[in-house]
Antibody, heavy 120, light 107 residues
Framework: EVQLVESGGGLVQPGGSLRLSCAVS????????MDWVRQAPGKGLEWVAR??????????EYAASVEGRFTISRDESMNSLYLQMSSLKTEDTAVYFC???????????WGQGTLVTVSS | DIQMTQSPSTLSASVGDRVTITCRAS??????LAWYQQKPGKVPKVLIY???TLQSGVPSRFSGSGSGTEFTLTISSLQPDDFATYYC?????????FGQGTRLEIK
């Protein structure tokens, strides 16, 4: 069974940093693209970042709104995906989901989400 | 960036109704489109991918159609469990973008 479990969310002040983790199991991690998607309170879904698979040398992409502030990475030995967030802004407040990208490129599995609140 | 526009934003319907939600892309995405259902406080769940392929385990009352820039999600006979918010998503090109959502409410 595929499982994605996020952790690391919490309350942080504007300008601060936070690292989110997503522990995965039930599939070959290196074979899949993995994304972070967020949802601000009461709002829609917003793609944040992508880590491609081993065949694509784990290349990355970012939404313009987080480029230069967020870094996506993965540790294959730990079967974990990460999102390092810095220079956080109040508008980064959201539930952050990690998602497994299917071979047909839609989101096949989602984690339960972790809430990040940026506030003074 | 490819903009995705859903209509309507809110839809009121009754159990047993046939409902259709439309999603328009600002440029052709061929059939690189998925539909997700999300209930309050829950994780999104994929219903349809490649515009018309039903995800395994999803009831057959859900169907998707379209190509290019115009797509539809149809629920043939609404069930109580279907009242939720629905999102379309394009994955033809980065950045991946979602529609703003359609909230399906009980009339």
């Amino acid at each position: 069974e595929v499982q994605l479990v996020e952790s690391g969310g919490g309350l942080v002040q504007p300008g601060g940093s936070l690292r989110l983790s997503c522990a995965v199991s039930g599939f070959t991690f290196s074979d899949h693209y993995m994304d972070w998607v967020r949802q601000a309170p009461g709002k829609g879904l917003e793609w944040v970042a992508r880590s491609r698979d081993k065949g694509n040398i784990y290349s990355t992409e970012y939404a313009a709104s987080v480029e230069g502030r967020f870094t996506i990475s993965r540790d294959e030995s730990m079967n974990s995906l990460y999102l390092q967030m810095s220079s956080l802004k109040t508008e980064d407040t959201a539930v952050y989901f990690c998602a497994r990208v299917a071979k047909t490129y839609h989101y096949e599995n989602w984690g339960q989400g972790t809430l990040v609140t940026v506030s003074s | 960036d490819i903009q995705m526009t859903q209509s309507p934003s809110t839809l009121s319907a009754s159990v047993g109704d046939r409902v259709t939600i439309t999603c328009r892309a600002s440029q052709s995405i061929v059939t690189w489109l998925a539909w997700y259902q999300q209930k309050p406080g829950k994780v999104p769940k994929v219903l349809i991918y490649k515009a018309s392929t039903l995800q395994s385990g999803v009831p057959s009352r859900f169907s998707g159609s379209g190509s290019g820039t115009e797509f539809t999600l149809t629920i043939s006979s609404l069930q109580p469990d279907d009242f939720a918010t629905y999102y379309c998503q394009q994955y033809k090109s980065d950045p991946i973008t979602f529609g703003q959502g359609t909230r399906l409410e009980i009339k």
